[in-house]
């Protein structure tokens, strides 16, 4: 059974660094993509960064945010800079299938998800 277990939410201030980790067990991921995905209150879950042989950002992250895998761990990592209070969310980690490559921006693409981190940025 494919279990994803995110961790390092919490609350730092504007500006501030935080690093997402998400350990996958009962599969193997190194030819699947896995994603974050974030919920804010009263929004939609919203893509936020994927990476397979390439990595993939929403704008509103990019240069601020960066996600890096170690297979040999079976996890991946989103390494968050420059927090901002509009980044607060509920930060979920996602799986595809090994070797089913989707559109890796679209959350019905992946088939395994974790239970999700806070992470809230104050002013």
């Known amino acids: 059974q494919v279990q994803l277990v995110e961790s390092g939410g919490g609350l730092v201030q504007a500006g501030g660094s935080l690093r997402l980790s998400c350990a996958a067990s009962g599969g193997t991921f190194r030819r699947a993509t896995m994603g974050w995905f974030r919920q804010a209150p009263g929004k939609e879950r919203e893509f936020v960064a994927a990476?397979?042989?390439?990595?993939y950002y929403t704008d509103s992250v990019k240069g601020r945010f960066f996600i890096s895998s170690d297979n040999a761990k079976n996890t991946v990592y989103l390494q968050m800079n420059s927090l901002k209070p509009e980044d607060t969310a509920i930060y979920y980690c996602?799986?595809?299938?090994?070797?089913?490559?989707?559109?890796?921006?679209?959350?019905?693409?992946?088939?395994?998800w974790g239970q999700g981190t806070q992470v809230t940025v104050s002013s």
């Open positions: 996602a799986a595809d299938r090994e070797g089913v490559f989707g559109d890796p921006y679209k959350s019905l693409e992946y088939d395994y």
């Open positions: 990476i397979n042989w390439n990595t």
